[in-house]
Nanobody, 121 residues
Framework: VQLQASGGGLVQTGGSLRLSCAASGFTSPNYSMAWFRQAPGKERDFVSAIDWRGTGTAYQGTVKGRATISRDSGKNTMYLQIDGLIPEDTAVYYC???????????????WGQGTLVTVSS
């Protein structure tokens, strides 16, 4: 199983980004996916998650209303659109996969390599 995150970059405050996570190697489509982020010197925090059907979602409070998680099962790809970016969103964003939706890192067995998002003020 491999997860490949992409789409990070440098944006100004108020800008938008769409992160992608391409999954490969799963023998079944029944897996939930999530985004976590880790800012410099801080712990890895939950951002958002989506169930295998793409209908159940969860968001961390600080991104709720600014972020939209989605997935395209045909492309085995998950997306995270973040609008209204603020400097506090600066972090390495990791995608992960698990059997069911969770808002903590422990249940996620598979992780991508991370993509850096930097928001300038």
């Amino acid at each position: 199983v491999q997860l490949q995150a992409s789409g990070g970059g440098l944006v100004q405050t108020g800008g938008s980004l769409r992160l992608s996570c391409a999954a490969s190697g799963f023998t079944s489509p029944n897996y939930s996916m999530a985004w976590f982020r880790q800012a410099p010197g801080k712990e890895r925090d939950f951002v958002s998650a989506i169930d295998w059907r793409g209908t159940g979602t969860a968001y961390q409070g600080t991104v709720k209303g600014r972020a939209t998680i989605s997935r395209d099962s045909g492309k085995n790809t998950m997306y995270l659109q973040i609008d209204g970016l603020i400097p506090e969103d600066t972090a390495v964003y990791y995608c992960a996969a698990a059997e069911s939706v969770a808002v903590v890192a422990v249940p996620y067995s598979y992780w991508g390599q991370g993509t850096l998002v930097t928001v300038s003020s």
